[in-house]
C-alpha cells in the first residue's frame, strides 16, 4: 500500500507526553522534519492549557509553572526544532508491520495516510464518565465531569453552576473544587468512596482545607434528585464491601454534581493495532524501551498508565522518543533489535531467537498493582532504569522490596506509600548482569510488623 | 505549654508529614519531618504567616479566547485569597496577551503582580 506521506516518527497526540517524546526524539539523532506529532485538537498542550493551576515543573525546570506556561515550554522546543504538526486532525487507524501505516483525517485534507518505521503512541486518557459509574437517579443537566467543568471555567469563561457536590476525590475533583469555590460557587461536600483519597495530599490541604470542605471518605453517591436540572444529591456512607450503609444517608441540595472518579488510558488505537494490554493500567504491556508488544510502537504518558505528576510524563516521554530515535536510526538491520544471526543475514535459530526474546519479567505483587515497564531485556537497558508502579492501598512505614530470582535483592523503607502518588525503583544495569540466571525481578511491599 | 502543629508540606509533591513545636509565644521551637530547607520554611511560615499562589482566570476582549489564565507571580497570604480573586473578576485585558503580561501590577498593595499564564492571541 502507498501512503500519501511519509515520516519516520509518528507520534499521536500534542500534549506533554507527545511533545517531550518529539523533543527527546530530535535530540537523539532523529531529524525535525522525520517527525510528524499529530493533535485532534487545535492547539497544541493537550489537558495542560485547562490546568491554569500552579505546581507543575518542579522537577523538569525546577520552578513552580502553571499547565499553559509549562505546556508552552515544550510547545516551544517543538516550534524552534521546527518538528510538523497536524492540528484538528485525528488519527483514524494505525496498522503494524515493518511499515507502519497511520490513517488520519481532518477538515482540509480530509482522509489520507501516512507510512512511518515508528509511532509513539501518546493519547493520554480521559474521565471515567457518569454511564460507567452506576449511579441510581435521574439524568439531568448538571452532572459534569471534573475535567468537561475545568474546561467551562478555565477556558471558555463559564460557570457550570453554584451549589457543588463531587464524587471522587481525584486531583481534578479536589483541583475544580477549589476553582468552583474561588469563583463563587458553594461546594459542599466530597465524597469519596475508598477510604482513602485517590488525590495528592498536597490537593487535599490547598483545595479542600483551605476552603473548609468536607471529604468524606468511605462514601458514594446514592441518589440524583432533580428532573430538568440537579436539584439534591444524596449520599450514605458505604461498608467495606463498598454498599450503601442503610441510615447513613444525607441530602445535599445543589445544581451541580461533578465526577473525578479516575481516569482511564485512551486506548482504541493501541487495541485496533493488536497491542497486548495491561488489564490493571488499561495501557499498552511495554519493555524497557517503553515498546509495545508490537516493534517499532512506543507508548508514553497517561496512555499507557496514569500520571499523578506530569513532570514524571515528560520524563516517561522523553525516554520513549529517545528509544524511538533509537529504533528508526538503527534501522531494519540493527544489532540491537535483531538476534546476532539474523543481523549477519542468516535465518536466526530457533535457539537464539530464544536467547535473544526471553526479557527479565518483572513482576508486581503484594501491594504493588502493576509496575511499568513489564519486562527488560538487559542488553537494550540503559545503565539505570527507572521502574514506576502504584499501590493498591495507604501503607505506613512499609518497605519496597526488589527480589531478582525470588531472593531479596533490596529493601528500602517508605514512611508513606498511597494509591494517588506514583512510585518508582531505578534499577543499575551492572546488578542485573551481575545476578546469575536472572529470570524474574519482584517489586512488592512488605508491612511493618504490627506491634 | 508548646503549641504542636501536624501538617502536610506543600511545597513540592511528596508531601512531607512535618511536625511544628511552638512555644507559649507563638515562637516556632521545632521543625521535624521536612526532607529539604523549602519544607522547614513551609512549615515554619505556615504556623505564622501562611501563604497562597491564586490562579484564574481574567476576561479577555478581542482575542481567540474570551478569557486567559493568570497567576499572582509571588505567594500573598493565604486570608487575602478571596479578596486577591475579587480583584482578578474586575479586570479586563484586551487580546493580544503574553505569558508573564503584568494584568494588575501590585495586587491589592501587596507587592505581588497578576500575570498572564497563557498567549492570547487577537482574533483576526
Redesign the interface.
Known sequence: MTADRKAKIVIIGGGPAGLAAASSAVKNGTAAEDILIIERDHVLGGILNQCIHNGFGLHTFNEELTGPEYAQRFINIVEEEKVPFLLDTIVVDVSAGATKIISVMNKTDGFFTIAADAVILAMGCRERPRGALNIPGYRPAGIYTAGTAQRFVNIEGRMPGHEVVILGSGDIGLIMARRMTLEGAKVKVVAELMPYSGGLKRNIVQCLDDFGIPLKLSHTVIDIKGKERVEAVTIAEVGPDRKPVPGTEETYTCDTLLLSCGLIPENELSSQLGVEMNRVTSGPVVNESLETSVPGVFACGNVLHVHDLVDYVSEEATAAGKCAAKYVNAGQESEVYRTDAESAGKPASEADKHAADIPIEIIARDGVRYTVPSTIHIDRMEDLQKIRFRVGAVYRDASVVIDFNDKVFRSQKKRILAPGEMEQVILKKSDLEAAPDLKTITIRIEEAPKD | MNKITE????R??I?C?ITVTQDETGKVIDIKGNSCPNGYKYAGNEVVNPT??????V?VEGGE???V?V?TAGDIP?GR??DC?REIDKANVKAPVA?GDVIISNCLGLGVNIVA???VDATL
Open positions: 501538617l502536610t508540606c506543600i513540592c509533591p508531601g508529614q497562597r499562589i491564586v490562579t484564574s482566570t476576561r479566547l474570551p478569557v489564565s497567576k493565604k485569597m478571596m480573586m505569558i499564564t497563557r498567549n
